[in-house]
């Protein structure tokens, strides 16, 4: 994940915009009058981007009453900015003869705010508060083990580690209950407040509104999702037939049943979305044993936190690029502090929109978060390569494309990189019949990812155009995780539950899509690096890992930001102007053939 600011967004994803009445036989206005209009909000909005940035940094690594407020009241300032820059904004939308920057620069501003808010007296300053208050109250969530205390970095990595089903259950149980289902009621709050700042700025609902912001119609948007999912679905049935049954192997018919859904809280992770902690049950006999495992390597070679993250650094500086500033390393959050509450959630920042790049991590040694934190990375070279960039063009070609560039990086993350850096002995380099082994490893993160990408907001855009009402919030969770992913919760939920809560992005606003999204470019995005270093081997082994001819051609790319289209940033680095799954499709094509071989005469499904 990565924070970045772009049309007054807080690092809360908070911005508010509304459009008044424009009074009649107003003076017609002029291109040149949007000119001097955009100039003057960018500047604007990058000096007050600052101070915004740096309260935000406050409080998500100083949770305190007094931090909240301060990110509420400079929330406040951000909103009282966007309305009126809005406002403006709106007034230029049928002028004639614009420039296309100016065109683009007017549609950024209009279409690129997260939770807007209506006109009315004291509504921005609601909406700042709820949403403040539900980010806050999810950094300091708590969940239980045996009956004690346990905080939620920790639990997510219980739940990866843990094999005892009673255990995983109350895990579960205790962190949707504790964190999701209090903060249901502020949700709908907030949803209603923001379902009125969006219509106030044209849009049927919130969630047209945030599909807007793919420079296609929002419904095209939505078609374009389903789409990609029917090309990788076929996948994902075969690795869920493959792992119910392995998991039935594991706990037998009363905890996992070999037919139907997979109980949610044994895959490994607190939400389902990523598989590959339970490697170990599902890993095939022989080529199964991969010869290594990065968490040992790691904790073997004396790493902690801040050689993890230098480890991170030299991949990209292999490429070409120039090391990270010395503020990096003194500003950023690598582990939990032991004598305060944060928000342990892995993210990226760019404070001041120049070179104040940091991460906030609670880094484990281990091997997802090695792989995180090239993944993190990955934001904060793409937010140094667009810095140049006008104040609107300060993001990604689209926000898949931002989360996409550092899972690129991490598919490197190769057995020869790892000899290459001096992790894995290169005696212990599995061979090709190992590969099975290596592509399923992979799929249990990459693949089994993509359903969960696509619910969240599937979830939320029904939520937004009132087809799911309160009452029904978490019945209609769970019916999509049903749907899409085929999973079941551990026990019987409650009307009064609110799971979607139990999950980050949601209390924190941020648009989901992006990931699901990002799962399908990266393996566009690696395919076209590998290509371009002359790769001829098996797709899943290349590595770009000190090739300064990909470096400098991401970076071509990475330096456009958002100033184009999408599609001309996608075709700068792959030669093509359409996402597609055929490069993931191609990736796991040897995974795909022996997962069918495996589930032959089993009945597939849910």
């Not at 094999?163 to 962190?175: G, V």
């Not at 992770?269 to 490697?279: D, L």
Request: charge should be neutral.
């Amino acid at each position: 994940m990565k924070i970045t600011i772009r049309a007054a967004v807080s690092a809360l994803a908070l911005a508010v915009a509304a459009v008044p009445a424009i009074a009649a036989r107003e003076p017609a206005l002029t291109a040149a009058q949007a000119d001097q209009f955009i100039a003057k909000a960018e500047k604007e909005l990058f000096d007050l981007s600052l101070p915004t940035q740096q309260v935000a940094w406050v409080n998500a690594t100083y949770l305190t009453d007094d931090t909240d407020a301060l990110n509420t009241l400079f929330g406040a300032k951000n909103t009282e900015a966007s309305v009126r820059l809005a406002k403006e904004a709106a007034k230029y939308d049928k002028v004639s003869g614009l420039s296309p920057d100016t065109r683009r620069k007017l549609d950024i501003l209009r279409q690129g705010i997260v939770l807007p808010a209506p006109s009315r007296e004291g509504a921005a300053t609601e909406l700042n508060a709820l949403s403040t208050k539900m980010s806050s109250a999810y950094g300091k969530g708590r969940g239980t083990l045996n009956g004690k205390d346990i905080n939620g970095s920790d639990i997510e990595e219980k739940m990866g580690t843990d094999r005892n089903p009673a255990e995983l259950k109350e895990m579960w149980a205790s962190w949707h209950d504790n964190v999701g289902k209090p903060m249901k009621d502020d949700y709908a709050r907030m949803v209603a407040i923001a379902n009125q700042g969006a219509k106030e700025l044209g849009y049927q609902d919130l969630g047209a509104m945030w599909r807007s912001n793919y420079d296609m119609a929002p419904d095209d948007f939505a078609k374009l999702t389903d789409k990609l999912w029917m090309q990788v679905k076929p996948l994902y049935d075969q690795l869920h037939c493959y792992t119910r049954t392995k998991l039935n192997e594991k706990y037998g018919d009363a905890v996992q049943p070999k037919s139907g859904p997979i109980r949610a809280d044994l895959l490994g992770n607190m939400w389902a979305q990523e598989w590959g902690n339970i490697y170990d049950i599902v890993a095939p006999k022989g080529a199964g044993d991969l010869g290594f495992d990065t968490t040992d390597l790691l904790n073997a070679k004396g790493y902690d936190a801040l050689k993890m993250v230098k480890g991170g650094e030299g991949f990209f500086s292999s490429l070409g690029f120039a090391p990270l500033p010395d503020s990096f390393w003194a500003r950023s959050q690598f582990t939990k502090p032991a004598d305060r509450e944060v928000i342990c959630h892995a993210s990226a920042w760019d404070v001041d929109n120049k070179d104040d790049l940091r991460i906030k991590m609670c880094i484990k040694v281990n091997g997802d978060d090695f792989t995180t934190i090239h993944h993190e990375l990955g934001h904060n070279y793409y937010q140094r390569a667009y810095n140049k960039q006008p104040f609107l063009y300060l993001n990604g070609a689209n926000d898949g494309f931002h989360e996409a560039i550092g899972d690129a990086i991490a598919l490197s993350i190769t057995p020869d990189y790892l000899v290459q850096i001096g992790l894995l002995d290169p005696a212990k380099v599995p061979s090709e019949d190992k590969d099975t082994g290596l592509l399923l490893r992979q799929a249990m993160d990459k693949v089994a990812f993509l359903p969960f990408g696509l619910l969240v907001d599937k979830w939320r855009w029904g939520v937004f155009n009132g087809t799911i009402k309160p009452a029904h919030y978490n019945d209609a969770w769970t019916d999509l995780r049903l749907q899409y992913q085929g999973i079941t919760p551990p026990v019987e939920r409650g009307a009064d539950a609110f799971d979607a809560g139990a999950k980050y992005h949601v209390p924190a606003s941020t648009p989901y899509a992006r990931y699901f999204l990002a799962r399908i470019l990266q393996f566009q995005f690696y395919k076209a690096a590998c290509d371009a270093s002359g790769w001829t081997g098996p797709l899943h082994r290349c590595s770009f890992y000190g090739n300064k001819e990909v470096g400098a051609k991401l970076n071509a790319m990475l330096e456009m930001g958002m100033s184009k289209p999408w599609p001309d940033a996608l075709q700068a680095f792959t030669g093509s102007r359409e996402m597609d799954g055929t490069a993931m499709i191609a990736y796991f094509k040897p995974l795909m053939t022996w997962l069918e071989a495996q589930n032959k005469g089993k009945t597939c499904g849910w």
